[in-house]
T-cell receptor, first 112, second 110 residues
């Protein structure tokens, strides 16, 4: 499977702290994306980083990509209770046509 | 724009029954896909379509059929439901590098 894996599987932090989650994948990619899923809902796109980029910011989100290690990290700064959700990485792998491959997700709980 | 819509939201089937999960999008996206989500498994691609009349298999296509007669609609058919198909099903459409997901259909097969 070309599916990525997130680490940790679950993370619990206090409001105001930073949350870091990691994603590892197996094959060469065109880009990597992070999605958020609130309980019982569909996934929402957060941020995309291309294979030739190393770091990207969007509001309180910071994403890094290390293609040599086939890994990415998502940092959420100054977390809020509303950030409580599951977070998934998805890779747009090269030579796979139009398919995305999703990781297994990190469940983040932010305690008020 | 309604985005991506899915019906029904919940469904209970008996083993062997057939049904169609509906998916529609109003963003004029050519690429649409179906995923299933199981606990601890992330999302797995069932089938996808790059445009009307064109479909292809994903990671877990067995037991499912799709067709794409229009740009807007991409129904998923379960031919003979099995308990292993109990899952949450998500439809998505894609614009360039971003996928837009529907709210999901929670299917239970008894």
């Amino acid at each position: 499977s070309q599916q990525g894996e997130e680490d940790p599987q679950a993370l619990s932090i206090q409001e105001g702290e930073n949350a870091t989650m990691n994603c590892s994948y197996k094959t060469s990619i065109n880009n990597l994306q992070w999605y958020r899923q609130n309980s019982g809902r569909g996934l929402v796109h957060l941020i995309l980083i291309r294979s030739n980029e190393r770091e990207k910011h969007s509001g309180r989100l910071r994403v890094t990509l290390d293609t040599s290690k086939k890994s990415s990290s998502l940092l959420i700064t100054a977390s809020r209770a509303a950030d409580t959700a599951s977070y998934f990485c998805a890779t747009d792998a090269r030579n796979t046509g139009n398919q995305f491959y999703f990781g297994t997700g990190t469940s983040l709980t932010v305690i008020p | 724009n309604a985005g991506v819509t899915q019906t029904p939201k919940f469904q209970v089937l008996k083993t062997g029954q057939s049904m169609t999960l509906q998916c529609a999008q109003d963003m004029n996206h050519e690429y649409m896909s179906w995923y299933r989500q199981d606990p601890g498994m992330g999302l797995r691609l069932i089938h996808y379509s790059v445009g009307a009349g064109i479909t292809d298999q994903g990671e877990v296509p067995n037991g499912y059929n799709v067709s794409r007669s229009t740009t807007e609609d991409f129904p998923l058919r379960l031919l003979s439901a099995a308990p292993s198909q109990t899952s949450v099903y998500f439809c998505a459409s894609r614009s360039l590098d971003t996928q837009y997901f529907g709210p999901g259909t929670r299917l239970t097969v008894l």
